[in-house]
């Protein structure tokens, strides 16, 4: 969302009474001098906190956690937003934050109109400092590097970062770089393949694509898609891959390169069988021509696929589906310390004696590792070990010969209790220690928890297998809650088709009067129908999940469907759990959507988290479901569990946002607000007063926090102190012990000076910011504007908004079509353009109203 900027000119141009100008500048500095409430002791669970955090302009007695807010970017940046996606990361320690913004500032030189590669956002480091967060730019200038885009951060304090980069201008043509804490950028090693070396691309898959890499970036994995035969005549029959890689048109390929402060000439390729490392890629012995994936590849899982010290690397083999060449099915295999290949879904008889390989082969899928690489888990329906259907399988790196691989889905109670079958549908988390994994499976596995409660056959039921704390050195299933029974999802699929009507009825009005209300005013035919169908797709968008419990359905089963989009999060020991369900796990939940829960493993114990002041958050549509920022494991980033964090590495503290009012300090109970979950009590974050909405949504968004849950980032358009009184959405820390004291103003008159100019008005330029000089292309107050033609008939805003889209077509460059666009939408008020089913678009004015009646 963008707000109205208003500059004030601060000198005044006419005579102000000399006690009054006096009077006005000593209330300013005591204003912003003293804390917001002026009875500011302790805060909202603490009786009292530091002195100079109460002092900070940041601080609000109902925070926890003796918190206060700080402005984490800047005030000027240059028109653009902060990027909810990639580029995103916080430091573990919280001092450091690496994100996007559509602006360049700071001294950036990343501008659209320089042709750089990533025209949405520059790439920022902020740090925290003692005079507030400081921006450096890490996306090198479009002159130096006219195409640029930043791949990944190193783990912990975020100093190195990993990029795509080219000097010169071909397209789609770019080498590996390593951006260290110098600023410096080091050649790591080519970017496409030798044959295409100086040739412009027509798609980024020909090239090199980070899906993976170690902690410290030192290694680093990416794909690669073989050309197709239309491709290669449209490069005079040369190909994109490294000599050796016999990998099929079309199909994917994996490289490595391990960088130690020199180049390589060559990156290393992953999906080979050779035994010792390649002195030559044309050695090498393809485990499939069909192509190989990262972790399970396919928009799924790549959790851990690459270890944090970059030695073990989990790939799939892709079968080839055209029976004539080997795998006959998708394969997991592990590439260890670039010299050894590891059959880890077809285990060779030193890792499994028990292991049925000989017959019924099914395809693996890579459900995730350990960090340290030691436990990797994979879903199958083989009868590997005597088990029919779905089950899950570990392979254990430290395990005994021929016991390496042994079966996490078993029968934990007495074998007559449990199904015959377990019947897994996916998992929900892994622990970065791997000691605990939190799957989904509708066979009955162990008998009642601590709380009495059993697993449902045939329903989804949540289950945690972890170390035997009865048994030391022996692990156990233990049942958390049945997430959804048959019965309940045929209930959610009926009142959310009940809702889609009611929707569809409301935006399908909304349409008919947008429509007539435009050609009223004079629209044509065409421009009219294009708003109709706008305003119906913004009106579906707004009401879905507003009505009932649209969403709901999806929501539950995304925690455990096969993909790597799991509203779901973990403690690094696995010992917490959080997650989204709509059942009514625990006493007290009424509620007709999704609802927030931590799962203690050490207690065995659900607790609803997303509770609170209101109807005891109880929700009654899906928009008011609690949400937590889904982290993406599709590629294997170092920072991916750093990323969107909701709980902190020890549990006590969970961060969510939510639109239910669950504070007394929140204003509309409509719109989402942060709230943070600490022993039994749920406290606002945000400051509860923002309901404006974003191109993206809502302008609250979560965007997660440290390690320790000190520090805690969300997004708003509210200003929260004096010095972000801005104009676009910002990002706040909302820090302990934290909060900046306020900025120090002068009077604003003495003596004399209140008399005021006797002369001319002064023209001032636009007020500095600390990284921007003053001035700008925008006139002074005061300075002569010119004269605008006079008009017979004022326009109205949607026809001004007509022939503004009609000007900018004129434009041939896409990227000015788009800001041209983007700019007229802006300035009069019309929603972004809706996609529209082509047999709803009529050729005639009856038809078109006869459809919108």
């Known amino acids: 969302m963008t707000k109205t900027k208003v500059v004030r000119n601060l000198k005044p141009t006419f005579n102000i009474p000399r006690a009054v100008c006096i009077i006005m500048g000593l209330t300013l500095i005591v204003t912003l001098a003293v804390p917001v409430t002026g009875e500011a002791v302790g805060d909202a669970d603490t009786t009292l906190c530091n002195p100079a955090t109460e002092a900070s302009t940041g601080f609000r007695p109902f925070l926890p956690d003796c918190r206060a807010y700080e402005l984490v970017t800047p005030l000027y940046k240059a028109g653009g937003e902060v990027a909810l996606g990639s580029p995103a990361a916080i430091a573990s320690g919280g001092g450091h934050v690496i994100v996007g913004v559509g602006g360049a500032f700071a001294g950036a030189g990343n501008y659209w109109w320089q042709g750089n590669r990533n025209p949405n956002f520059t790439a920022y480091e902020f740090t925290h400092g003692a005079a507030g967060w400081m921006p450096t730019v890490l996306t090198p200038p479009a002159t130096e590097f006219p195409h640029s885009a930043l791949m990944a951060t190193s783990e912990g304090g975020l100093g190195t970062t990993l990029w795509g980069a080219t000097a010169n201008t071909l397209t789609l043509n770019e080498d590996i770089y390593v951006r260290n804490g110098d600023g410096n950028f080091a050649f790591v090693g080519p970017g496409t393949g030798p044959e295409i070396r100086d040739e412009s691309l027509a798609s980024s898959g020909a090239e090199l694509n980070f899906v993976g890499g170690s902690s410290d970036l030192a290694h680093s994995v990416f794909r690669v898609v073989a050309f197709g035969p239309t491709e290669r005549t449209g490069h005079r029959g040369r190909g994109n891959l490294w000599p050796g890689d016999t990998t099929n048109p079309e199909s994917p390929s994996l490289y490595e390169y391990f960088y130690q402060g020199q180049p390589m000439a060559e990156p290393l390729l992953v999906g080979v069988t050779n035994e010792g490392k390649l002195s030559h890629d044309s050695e090498a012995s393809m485990t499939s021509r069909c192509g190989v994936e990262l972790g399970s590849g396919n928009g799924g899982s790549a959790y851990n696929a690459v270890s944090k010290d970059g030695e073990v690397v989990f790939f799939t083999a892709l079968a080839c589906s055209d029976g004539a060449g080997e795998p006959a099915v998708n394969e997991l295999y592990a590439r260890v310390g670039q010299a050894k290949t590891i059959r880890v879904s077809e285990p060779d008889v030193a890792d499994c004696g028990a292991c049925n390989t000989a017959s019924g082969l099914q395809n693996a899928l890579f459900e995730g590792a350990s960090q340290g690489g030691e436990n990797v888990f994979f879903l199958t329906e083989q009868e590997l070990m005597g088990k029919t259907g779905p089950n899950l399988y570990q392979y254990d790196f430290d395990g005994p010969e021929h016991e390496k691989v042994s079966l996490v889905s078993g029968c934990s109670a007495e074998p007559a209790k449990c199904s015959s079958e377990a019947d897994v549908q996916g998992v929900v988390r892994i622990s970065e220690d791997g000691s605990h994994v939190y799957f989904v499976a509708k066979g009955v596995l162990t008998s009642a928890n601590n709380e009495g409660v059993a697993p449902t056959s045939g329903a989804y039921n949540l289950y945690v297998f972890e170390p035997d704390p009865t048994h030391l050195g022996a692990d156990r299933i233990a049942f958390v809650g049945t997430l959804l029974t048959l019965e309940e999802e045929g209930t959610l699929q009926l009142e959310e088709k009940e809702e889609e009507g009611l929707v569809r009825s409301a935006a399908e009005k909304a349409a008919t009067a947008e429509f007539e209300k435009a050609l009223g005013e004079g629209l044509g035919f065409g421009e009219a129908l294009e708003l109709a169908f706008t305003v119906e797709r913004s009106t579906t968008k707004e009401l879905t999940g507003a009505l009932g419990p649209g969403g709901t359905l999806a929501a539950d089963r995304s925690i455990w469907q096969r993909s790597d989009q799991r509203p779901t999060q973990a403690t690094p020991d696995g010992q917490h759990l959080v997650f989204l369900s ?272």
Request: hydrophobic share 30%.
């Open 582 to 853: 709509s059942a009514h796990l625990t006493a007290g939940d009424e509620s007709k959507g999704p609802q927030l829960f931590e799962y203690d493993a050490a207690d065995e114990r659900l607790t609803r988290i997303s509770t609170g002041f209101e109807h005891g958050g109880n929700v009654s549509t899906f928009r008011e479901a609690p949400q937590i920022p889904v982290q993406s494991f599709g590629i294997g980033l170092p920072t991916a569990e750093q990323s969107g964090m909701a709980i902190s590495d020890d549990g006590g503290r969970i961060f969510f946002t939510s639109a239910a009012r669950l504070a007394p300090q929140v204003e509309d109970r409509g719109s989402p607000n942060v709230y943070e979950y600490r022993e039994g009590t749920v406290y606002l974050v945000s400051d509860g007063r923002d309901n404006s909405v974003a191109a993206h949504g809502p302008t609250v968004q979560l965007f997660g926090a440290d390690a320790s849950g000190q520090n805690v980032f969300f997004l708003t358009a509210d200003a929260l102190v004096p010095q972000g009184v801005e104009a676009q959405v910002a990002l706040y820390d909302a820090r302990e012990e934290g909060g900046f004291p306020a900025p120090v103003l002068l009077p604003g008159c003495v003596g004399e000076t209140c008399r005021g100019a006797t002369g001319a008005t002064p023209q001032l330029q636009l007020p500095a910011t600390n990284d921007q000089a003053g001035g700008g292309n925008l006139p002074p107050p005061g300075a002569s504007k010119p004269t605008a033609k006079p008009t017979s008939k004022s326009l109205t805003k949607a026809k001004k908004l007509a022939q503004a889209r009609k000007a900018c077509r004129s434009k041939r460059s896409r990227k000015k079509r788009d800001l041209c666009e983007a700019t007229a939408r802006k300035r009069y008020g019309a929603p972004t353009k809706g996609t529209v089913s082509a047999h709803r678009i009529t050729h005639g004015h009856h038809k078109a109203r006869g459809w919108l009646r």
